[in-house]
């Protein structure tokens, strides 16, 4: 029997295979013609074993998150709902479990796992919350024994979190007529917002949060008024802030300024950062690409080292002293320099260099810079293609297919697998391109 390529006049094939019902058999898929890039196959190894221990800390991470989160939850709902021992009988239960988490899931380098954060956010409003009942006054920091040392902003977005719960205590207790209870709720709640108010916000989660406390401060003195109906001269005796006896001085005002020149400074620092990085080393690794795309391979060099260099400045000056700083438009910076090394290497050798030969990018920067690679290797071969070079959009086809394969092995969790789709769509297009180029041949 003939295959189907035989009949046609191909090469002929030989089948192993047992005969079909069919006279005739497809053709198997062809190889790509072109030569392989080179790729640092040993170091795409060594970053699979990294991101599998990554996973398994993340696996790790997960089912204490899950244990410890139904705990502070129930907690939550004990304390809002007048069983305070039981509350407090959980929440020290949370906090035992979270001073017996593993060591590397303690670790802040560059920053604490956002489950474990969460968790120690929770327990800043729990123990606030037992705090107010108890001595009706808002927690220190320095007080604060929750199984991890507490980081000022897990603080901040606790004690946020405390005066929405504020709120809804004011709620039950107008319900049963307590009035001068929400009067000091509304008061304790007044003067939180009086001390954030000091607070220099630039964006971000906290700047979002510290919203929240001005609705749960106005919900507490409509509260008051809603009671005023009721209870006439009694709720109309509590109308004015610190009517109930609370005020400011019920808090530690020396350690929140204490705070607040540390967030603030954490904040002006990640504005250098991000100055650094997105307006300078970001922009000049975006027109090394543009230059390596128009052929000028010497200056694109310049402009990629020279985006590195502010990268590194950036790093040794904020980036050491801070490693949070890391996370975010410095890790983006990162990400944007590896990709344009990546592409400048390749433009000169035909290699796709390993992630130890670029200075300050760790493994999820490579990988991100390399994915959007296979983007502006796309971008190339539709330059190649209306120069009619079919070898040289082969080539393309060929590291874009290659990086695949090799990516394709890795855990794809999180932002990889995100980008994995992108990655596999780039090699298509390039793929419909050279479809496009044998049938205008």
């Known amino acids: 029997?003939?295959?189907?390529?035989?009949?046609?006049?191909?090469?002929?094939?030989?089948?192993?295979?047992?005969?079909?019902?069919?006279?005739?058999?497809?053709?198997?898929?062809?190889?790509?013609?072109?030569?392989?890039?080179?790729?640092?196959?040993?170091?795409?190894?060594?970053?699979?074993q990294k991101l599998l221990e990554q996973e398994g800390r993340r696996e790790q991470v997960h089912q204490y998150y899950k244990e410890l989160s139904r705990k502070a939850s129930q907690a939550s709902h004990m304390l809002g709902y007048g069983e305070v021992e039981k509350g407090r009988q959980l929440v020290e239960e949370v906090e035992a479990g979270l001073a017996g988490l593993p060591a590397e899931l303690k670790e802040k380098n560059p920053g604490r796992d956002g489950r474990i954060s969460k968790l120690v956010e929770k327990q800043v409003g729990l123990r606030a919350q037992l705090e107010f009942y108890s001595k009706c006054r808002l927690v220190r920091k320095g007080e604060l024994e929750v199984g991890l040392e507490v980081e000022d902003t897990e603080y901040l977005v606790g004690v946020i979190d405390f005066v929405a719960d504020l709120a809804a205590y004011g709620m039950r207790r107008g319900t049963h007529g307590d009035v001068r209870s929400v009067a000091i709720a509304r008061d304790l709640g007044a003067a939180v917002l009086a001390l954030l108010m000091e607070f220099n916000f630039r964006g971000g989660s906290l700047r979002h949060k510290y919203d929240s406390v001005k609705w749960s401060v106005k919900r507490l003195t409509d509260l008051l008024y809603e009671l005023s109906k009721r209870d006439g001269g009694e709720a109309r005796k509590y109308a004015e802030e610190g009517s109930s006896g609370v005020s400011a001085e019920m808090m530690d005002l020396a350690?929140?300024?204490?705070?607040?020149?540390?967030?603030?400074?954490?904040?002006?620092?990640?504005?250098?950062?991000?100055?650094?990085?997105?307006?300078?080393?970001?922009?000049?690794?975006?027109?090394?690409?543009?230059?390596?795309?128009?052929?000028?391979?010497?200056?694109?060099?310049?402009?990629?080292?020279?985006?590195?260099?502010?990268?590194?400045?950036?790093?040794?000056?904020?980036?050491?002293?801070?490693?949070?700083?890391?996370?975010?438009?410095?890790?983006?910076?990162?990400?944007?320099?590896?990709?344009?090394?990546?592409?400048?290497?390749?433009?000169?050798?035909?290699?796709?260099?390993?992630?130890?030969?670029?200075p300050l990018v760790e493994i999820d920067e490579y990988l991100g810079g390399l994915i959007d690679f296979t983007g502006e290797v796309g971008r190339y071969a539709v330059l190649n293609a209306t120069k009619r070079d079919v070898q040289r959009v082969e080539d393309c086809f060929a590291v874009t297919l290659a990086i695949t394969e090799q990516v394709t092995l890795l855990p794809n969790d999180g932002r990889l697998g995100k980008k994995l789709e992108t990655l596999k769509n780039n090699t298509k297009k390039i793929e419909n391109l050279l479809f496009e180029l044998s049938i205008s041949a």
Do not use: N
Not at 1 to 23: I, K, R, W
Not at 294 to 300: A, D, I, M, Q, V
Not at 310 to 325: D, G, I, N, R
């Open 1 to 48: 029997s003939y295959s189907f390529c035989t009949l046609l006049g191909a090469h002929s094939l030989t089948h192993t295979m047992q005969m079909t019902p069919y006279e005739v058999l497809p053709c198997p898929p062809v190889a790509p013609s072109a030569k392989v890039a080179p790729l640092p196959v040993e170091a795409f190894e060594e970053m699979r």
């Open 255 to 358: 350690e929140m300024k204490e705070v607040q020149g540390r967030v603030e400074a954490f904040d002006k620092d990640r504005e250098m950062v991000m100055r650094s990085g997105r307006g300078e080393a970001q922009k000049l690794a975006k027109q090394s690409i543009f230059t390596m795309h128009r052929g000028e391979l010497k200056k694109g060099r310049e402009q990629v080292e020279g985006a590195l260099a502010v990268a590194k400045k950036a790093h040794e000056e904020y980036v050491v002293k801070t490693p949070a700083l890391r996370t975010g438009s410095f890790a983006d910076c990162l990400e944007e320099i590896a990709e344009a090394m990546i592409f400048l290497v390749w433009m000169e050798t035909g290699s796709v260099p390993p992630p130890s030969s670029i």
